[in-house]
């Protein structure tokens, strides 16, 4: 990491990492401005993995699963609508320790994944399930406390890393 | 960990003196961008295979794209009259196969 702001980036033609990473310019972190398409997904997780220290691996396996499904989601949401502005991967380590995940799309909240646990049938026997709403279900699952700010002009989801991890 | 952000890789292991038994074993992060390797892996599977074994034990993601993928794996066999095992041992995976209700219908190993 070159610096408490920037956790520097695998490919600098994706991340932008020289802004400043959060509210309170002091907190370490990062921010990421990523292209709405599938390479993202690697890019992100690979600054992740470089920056939070899990505390073990099947920590580091739930974080990273639940964060995957959300930024697919939020990349598809881009893709579904035409949207070629950046997503937003946004990680602060102070006080609260967490990362966020912003998209400019059309919203949606945690009730998309209504039914889906309640009701396996629905899920094995649909071939393509409600994509969004399957993957807000797993990310609830996997990372407690996830919270979805979502509103006409966009979402932020936001994972606590309170119990899976720190920065490194 | 052994996350590498390079994909998953499969590899195939053709058993029983008739072939009808395939393993597949995956390993890495299994997910969206993984599922297309994947289904390519799956080329080498034949409708006479009578079981089929999936090992996602060394998987460090099983996002819903993948668990998608294991689905429609389980509808194909299920025109040929294949058994399904999948082996998932890391609590992560357990716990997402629990909570979806895909663990029985995908042939969850004990």
Request: aromatic share 4%.
């Amino acid at each position: 990491m070159k610096n408490d702001q920037d956790a520097g980036a695998p490919d600098t033609s994706h991340t932008d990492t020289s802004d400043a990473v959060t509210s309170d310019a002091k907190t370490p972190g990062f921010r990421l401005l990523l292209p709405p398409d599938s390479t993202s997904i690697a890019v992100a997780r690979s600054v992740i993995r470089r920056t939070v220290r899990f505390r073990n691996d099947d920590s580091e396996s739930r974080f990273l699963t639940g964060f995957t499904d959300l930024l697919i989601n939020a990349i598809e949401e881009h893709q579904r609508r035409g949207i070629d502005e950046p997503i937003v991967v946004a990680a602060e380590f102070g006080q609260a320790s967490l990362v966020s995940i912003t998209d400019v799309g059309g919203g949606y909240t945690a009730s998309d994944a209504d039914g889906l646990f309640g009701n396996p049938a629905r899920v094995v026997h649909t071939d393509r399930m409600p994509e969004r709403g399957r993957g807000v279900a797993i990310a609830t699952l996997l990372v407690p406390g996830l919270t979805i700010d979502s509103s006409d002009s966009g979402t932020t989801v936001t994972l606590p890393l309170e119990g899976s991890g720190v920065l490194r | 960990m052994s996350g590498s952000d390079h994909g998953i890789v499969v590899t195939t292991d053709v058993g029983g003196d008739d072939g009808s038994s395939v393993e597949f074993t995956v390993s890495g992060d299994f997910d969206a961008t993984q599922v297309e390797r994947f289904e390519q892996a799956l080329e080498a599977l034949h409708d006479d295979a009578a079981v089929v074994v999936v090992d996602i034990g060394d998987c460090t993601i099983l996002d819903s794209a993948a668990l998608g993928a294991l689905v429609s794996l389980r509808h194909r066999l299920d025109v040929t009259g294949a058994e399904l095992e999948l082996r998932a041992e890391k609590p992560f995976q357990r716990l997402i196969l629990a909570n979806t209700g895909l663990g029985d219908y995908l042939g969850l190993a004990v």
